[in-house]
């Protein structure tokens, strides 16, 4: 009997995608067509489901990062939170003059990053966000890409989200960096000759020597990483795997890595944010 | 240098508490080269005290084994309400402090 009822199942669903794709095969409007085939194309990019890079870690660093006080990333976010209070610039104010607390007024920010700058219309993350802030609004002096002090308040700003889903909407506006994104994601480089997907999207889960492939997720940055000892953004990630595949290694901001990035941040939609994570 | 004290607010007069620091630091060990091929001098925090209520309880002495951002963590008997105060020196001769108080009640 209920085998029958499976059967009829199936079959309604079989006939009930054929007959959707012939009405979409009829359908008089072509960019709605090629739209609906890259929308469901992407969808199936996706991992599913969906695990932060902390589930494939071993459970002392899990442990270590659930810990807040023995998560050795926590003295960055205790930097970050002296430095958002730090007068600096000609008109000497801090993050604190505009921005007040924190914990109100940056809770959730870094779910929604990267995403276009209304001013310059280009793909800006937080890191960039907060070196503009810094040299427009503060008129203090830059702070170099993956310096200790960008990388406390990053970690600080990134940590009022920590709980919180990411959440990247693609749209007009931000399709053709998307795209840029995917297409980097998707390229084979360096003498390896190997792609992110190869690793990432093809074979998480699985050893790669004493490694388990995580789904390359950047939800959890900036993180500390056992290898380096210390803090490091996302940039410095990529220049790992990069480094590690024996490719070229883009500078620390290329537009190219925040590409990357916002095509990093759609692919882990609904996972939480654990700033400041812990990673071998 | 950013530093973390952490030990319980109040406690029984007697009681076993839990000390624990964490201490921002790159403890270099000295077997490093730079990208110019020039050794990295070692600078580790050489040694850490700590007293309660200007008594020492607790010194270690660390060397290059030690990771960075050194976190140690030990007990003691909760006997007076005071200060429990860490001071600490690296080998560039610089030298860190950091102190959490505790209410000993009977």
């Known amino acids: 009997m209920t085998g029958d009822w499976f059967a009829h199942g199936f079959f309604c669903l079989a ?17 709605l067509l090629v739209f609906a085939l890259t929308a469901s194309a992407a969808e199936s990019q996706r991992p599913v489901p969906s695990k932060s890079g902390i589930e494939f870690a071993s459970a002392d660093i899990r442990a270590l990062q659930q810990d807040d006080f023995a998560n050795p990333g926590m003295l960055w976010i205790v930097r970050g939170e002296k430095l958002w209070r730090e007068a600096a610039g000609k008109e ?10 924190a914990q109100a007024s940056m809770r959730g920010i870094a779910t929604r990053y990267p995403l276009l700058d209304p001013g310059t ?11 503009q802030c810094r040299e427009r609004r503060q008129q203090a002096e830059p702070l170099r890409y993956e310096s200790e002090e960008l990388l406390a308040l990053t970690a600080y700003v990134a940590h009022q989200s920590r709980g919180m889903p990411v959440n990247v909407t693609i749209d007009w506006q931000n399709r053709h960096n998307f795209e840029a994104g995917r ?6 480089v360096g003498q390896l000759n190997l792609s992110c997907a190869q690793c990432h999207a093809e074979n998480w889960g699985k050893q790669l020597g004493p490694e388990t492939l995580s789904q ?13 000892q210390t803090v490091g953004s996302l940039h410095r990630r990529f220049r790992s795997c990069l480094s590690g595949v024996r490719a070229e290694m883009l500078p620390y901001g290329a537009p190219q890595y925040v590409d990357l990035e916002l095509y990093l941040a759609w692919r882990a939609n609904g996972l939480t944010i654990e700033t400041p994570g812990v990673r071998r | 240098m950013v530093a973390r004290v952490q030990l319980p607010r109040e406690a029984k007069s007697g009681e076993v508490i839990e ?13 490093r080269y730079d990208l110019a091929g020039k050794p990295i001098p070692r600078n580790v925090i050489n040694s850490l005290a700590c007293r309660y209520n200007g008594v020492e309880i607790f010194r270690a002495e660390l060397g290059s084994g030690i990771a960075a951002n ?15 105060e860490f001071s600490w020196v690296d080998d560039a001769g610089e030298r860190g402090s950091e102190r959490a108080s505790i209410a000993v009640v009977s």
Do not use: K
């Open chain 1, 92 to 101: 000497s104010n801090s993050c604190a003059s505009c921005h007040h607390d």
């Open chain 2, 70 to 84: 050194p976190y140690l963590q030990f007990y003691t008997l909760a006997e007076a309400s005071g200060e429990i």
């Open chain 1, 183 to 188: 297409a980097l994601y998707y390229r084979r």
């Open chain 1, 15 to 31: 006939l009930r995608v054929f007959l959707t794709g012939a009405h979409l095969r009829l359908c008089a409007v072509p960019s």
């Open chain 1, 121 to 131: 219309a280009r793909l800006i993350n937080l890191e960039g966000r907060i070196m």
């Open chain 1, 216 to 228: 390359g997720h950047g939800n959890a940055y900036p993180a500390y990483r056992l290898e380096w």
């Open chain 2, 19 to 31: 000390i624990r620091i964490a201490i921002q630091h790159p403890m270099e060990t000295g077997f």
